[in-house]
Structure formats: C-alpha cells, structure tokens
C-alpha cells in the first residue's frame, strides 16, 4: 500500500478566495486522481492528474475552477478556485499502482464561509 | 452510465450479531469491483477488490463475494470497532472508480 499525505488537513476560507491542496505520495506511482466528497454524500471524481500533462476532468469540473499540477510521480497538486460555501466539501487524494489497487490519503476538509 | 446502489442505507447491529450488506452494480464491462471502510473524518481504507463472478474475499471478520450483478459483504460476529461506513465502487473498461453512497455500520457493545 500507499503512505499519501495531504496539506492541509483542514481550512476555513472566505467566498471569492482560493486554496491549494497538495498531495504526497512515498513512492511514485502511477495513476493519481482528486475526489470531492460532499457532506454526508458519496465520493465525485473531479480529475485525472496527468504527469507532465494536463489533467483530465469529469464531466462538471473545469479547469478554470480545479487547476491541478502533477509535476512528477510522486506529487500532485488541486487549487479551488474563486470559492463559494458550495464548495465546502473534503477533498481527497487517490494513487493507483495498477488498475486494481486504489489507496486514498487522509483528505482535506474545506470550509468555505 | 455506471450505477452503483448501497443498501441498506445504516445498520444497527448489536456485537456478535452477523449481517450483510449489498452492492448491486449497472457497468458496461466490469474490470473490478472495490470495497472500502471510511471512519469519520478520514479517507477510505482500501479492503478488497473483486474481479470475477464467483470470486470470495476474506480479511478478519470481513468477506466479499461477487456475482454479475451484485457484491455482499459479510460481516460475522461483528464488535464496536467494526463500525465504519462501508463503501462499494466499481470500475469498468477504464481506471474510474464510480462509488455507491455507502452504508454506515454501528455495533452496539
């Protein structure tokens, strides 16, 4: 398995701001996502992270508001962008090192008020 | 589009006392199907894939099974620390993982 590690853990932002949350994996792999867990719902895939190039999104996400960077195997980044209290939700990493093993990081839980 | 349906929604069980949960599944051409634990306020603990009707998992008090429309997962002689929401996802001909809305598990001691 997988040690990933997310930062923050936790925020409170304010409407119109944006945060960056990066995601740490111990090794490199090869297959990493971000999800959106809303409250009291389900995990949402909003993207792909592509090595060394653009990311891929689901269908509801757009770069413009979910930048994400992947500048290598083993780190991965996703900005929310211009933030509004709909997107108060956790945030969370996800790395495969093959089709069938899927390890998720702690998550980050965004506030935003 | 893929449809994964949890039920029940929340079980209550009390410790010892043995119970299912079930994950019925709608994908075009299924390559796996995945178990998770979720404690609050943590991300979700990888427990097992499943990859062909017919096939069983076990891993403590907790086996999977798979048929080509469903996967249960057993919980036997469960304890308080057992208590979790249980999420089932599945992935088709692509990497994507398309998760149920889970269901969430409290054994009374």
């Known amino acids: 398995s997988a040690v990933i590690s997310q930062k923050p853990s936790r925020d409170i932002c304010q409407r119109g701001t944006s945060l960056t949350i990066q995601c740490q994996v111990d090794?490199?792999?090869?297959?990493m996502f971000w999800y959106r867990q809303q409250p009291g719902q389900s995990l949402t895939l909003i993207a792909t992270a592509n090595q060394g190039s653009e990311a891929t999104y689901e269908s509801g996400f757009v770069i413009d508001k979910f930048p994400i960077s992947r500048p290598n195997l083993t780190f991965s980044t996703l900005t929310v962008s211009n933030m509004s209290p709909e997107d108060s939700s956790i945030y969370l990493c996800s790395v495969g090192y093959s089709y069938y093993e899927q390890y998720f990081g702690p998550g980050t839980r965004l506030t935003v008020t | 589009e893929d449809q994964v349906t949890q039920s029940p929604e929340a079980l209550r069980l009390q410790e010892g006392e043995s119970s299912s949960l079930n994950c019925s599944y709608t994908v075009s051409g299924l390559r796996g199907l995945f178990w998770y634990r979720q404690d609050p306020g943590k991300g979700p603990e990888f427990l097992f894939t499943?990859?062909?009707a017919g096939e069983e998992k076990e891993k403590e008090r907790l086996k999977a099974t798979l048929t080509k429309k469903e996967s249960f997962l057993h919980i036997t002689a469960p304890k308080p620390e057992d208590s979790a929401t249980y999420l089932c996802?599945?992935?088709?001909?692509?990497?994507?993982?398309?998760f149920g809305a889970g269901t969430t598990v409290t054994v009374r001691a």
């Open positions: 996802a599945v992935q088709a001909d692509d990497y994507k993982l398309s």
């Open positions: 499943l990859y062909s």
């Open positions: 090794s490199q792999v090869t297959m």
